[in-house]
């Protein structure tokens, strides 16, 4: 429901000559209601959450709403009909929120905007009891119209022939092969965050934003990420955390090593909910090239995908045929001898091929071009394999915490999805380390959504109310509130 009334200050329970009844247009939506300067302005002057709060009608045409932090407002209407409407309306929506669709309803348990800024893919959603995984979920991916710069599109509307075709296409968050850091422009952060607001149908305002990030920003960035959630959207608080301390937390553990192979490959040894910098290794490569080096091989069979929207075909591939070899020499050998054997048909009929194929069928490149991840000189690579990584982290940690570090190895991302990723790693560990230690690597089923899934634990308990910047605080404090962040 929504139209005019008059409001008293927040707080405030009678007129005074300051403080006066002022008319302003409501709305109730998504378990709040949200007042405006008017029924033509769309930016809200603020709200009062409904859900969990009671609306109380106590005469002289007056409501009074209360939240469940205590918070009191008092709206006036101008006849007894629009009071039992709107008295009516709002105890429906404190009873039943709309929502995402109007699907939140009682399970709305706290209000969180969770968004994971990956740089292959972008996930988000609201808090809920029952949902623990993204409602959004969308390549990263900006078009940009090539006359008219104000123009853009996100997503998988980005990727569309008819708007690739006037439009120049970014991948904001995916680093350069040659750089092993990110760049953030904060112009295509905003388009992104607007783009998930509105597709979730929320008003930021009324909820605090749990935002991911690749990695761990720099004091400058996330100051400059605060003030875009505070100053630009107006958020009730927020909470800026990178993503492998989120996977951490999707299984639950407060220790150990992550393993996150995405677009990229990043090895985070934490203890104890702090990153030990000295084992972090982070590569501008991982999932993409192996992407990239079944490309190359699918060419030698005549399969042509070289553009970036064509690379999505070769994903495709890779993730329906590829996997790691446990011997890769062995698999070598066996291919050799019968082909057919080990090799496997991919099904594109679905797809509007470029080359006309409707099906590839993939021979010994499904583990050739997975073996880069332990041998990474196969593409042309001087870094370290994946297995000795992860030692790395695990030796740059205490030694009374190295133990307990080689039985908590904790897979995430889409690449680790491969088949035999986390057979062979484990098996390269152990040949690195005494028989004394015991190998564990952790493969949950959900790793694919690991950094939201984690947020979505850690976002009901108190602890991330204390960690959260509160937009009170914000005002009082500025940029320097997110210390608290950086244990300074």
Not at 168 to 189: A, C, G
Not at 252 to 262: E, H, I, L, R
Not at 264 to 286: M, Q
Not at 303 to 326: G, L, M, N, P, T
Request: proline residues 4%.
């Amino acid at each position: 429901m929504e139209g005019y009334m008059e409001k008293l200050p927040m707080g405030r329970r009678r007129a005074s000559f300051i403080k006066k009844w002022k008319k302003r247009y409501f709305r109730a939506k998504e378990g709040n209601l949200f007042y405006y300067e008017d029924h033509k302005t769309r930016k809200s002057l603020g709200y009062i959450q409904l859900v969990g709060g009671r609306v109380n009608d106590i005469g002289s045409k007056a409501i009074e709403v209360t939240d469940t932090k205590g918070r009191v407002l008092l709206l006036r209407c101008g006849t007894k009909t629009e009071l039992e409407d709107w008295r009516k309306a709002l105890i429906a929506e404190a009873k039943d929120c709309g929502g995402i669709g109007g699907t939140l309803s009682r399970r709305y348990t706290k209000p969180v905007v969770i968004i994971d800024l990956g740089s292959s893919a972008v996930r988000a959603g609201v808090l809920t009891d029952d949902n623990p995984t993204p409602q959004l979920f969308f390549p990263c991916v900006v078009a940009t119209h090539k006359k008219n710069k104000d123009r853009k599109v996100y997503g998988f509307d980005a990727l569309h022939p008819d708007c690739r075709a006037s439009s120049k296409v970014v991948y904001p968050l995916k680093p350069l092969l040659e750089q092993e850091k990110f760049t953030l422009n904060l112009d295509v952060v905003e388009g992104l965050l607007n783009y998930v607001y509105t597709e979730l149908k929320v008003d930021p305002i009324a909820f605090t934003t749990l935002l991911i990030t690749p990695f761990n920003f720099g004091k400058k960035t996330l100051e400059k990420l605060a003030e875009l959630l505070f100053e630009r959207f107006h958020v009730e608080g927020c909470f800026i955390q990178e993503q492998a301390l989120m996977a951490l937390y999707s299984y639950k553990a407060t220790s150990g090593v992550v393993v996150n192979v995405g677009e990229r490959i990043d090895i985070v040894p934490i203890v104890d909910g702090y990153i030990v910098e000295g084992g972090v290794s982070r590569l501008p490569f991982g999932g993409r090239q192996i992407t990239e080096h079944l490309t190359r091989l699918l060419t030698e069979q005549g399969h042509r995908y070289f553009s970036d929207v064509e690379s999505y075909i070769s994903r495709f591939i890779k993730e329906k045929a590829c996997f790691v070899a446990q011997n890769y020499q062995a698999e070598l050998q066996f291919c050799s001898v019968d082909t057919e054997l080990c090799s496997t048909l991919v099904d594109l009929d679905r797809y509007h091929v470029p080359d006309g194929f409707g099906h590839v069928r993939v021979d010994n490149g499904r583990f050739r071009s997975t073996e880069g991840l332990f041998h990474p000189e196969l593409w042309g690579k001087d870094h370290p394999g994946l297995h000795l990584l992860v030692a790395k982290s695990i030796k740059a940690c205490g030694m009374d915490n190295r133990k307990h570090m080689c039985r908590s190895i904790y897979l995430s991302g889409g690449s680790t999805k491969l088949p035999g990723l986390a057979g062979r790693l484990k098996g390269e560990l152990v040949k690195i380390f005494p028989k004394s230690a015991t190998i564990k690597v952790h493969a949950a089923q959900e790793r694919y959504h690991a950094a939201y899934n984690g947020a979505t634990i850690l976002a009901p308990l108190s602890v991330f109310d204390t960690m959260s910047i509160s937009k009170e605080e914000w005002r009082e404090l500025g940029p320097t509130s997110i210390t608290k962040w950086l244990g300074d």
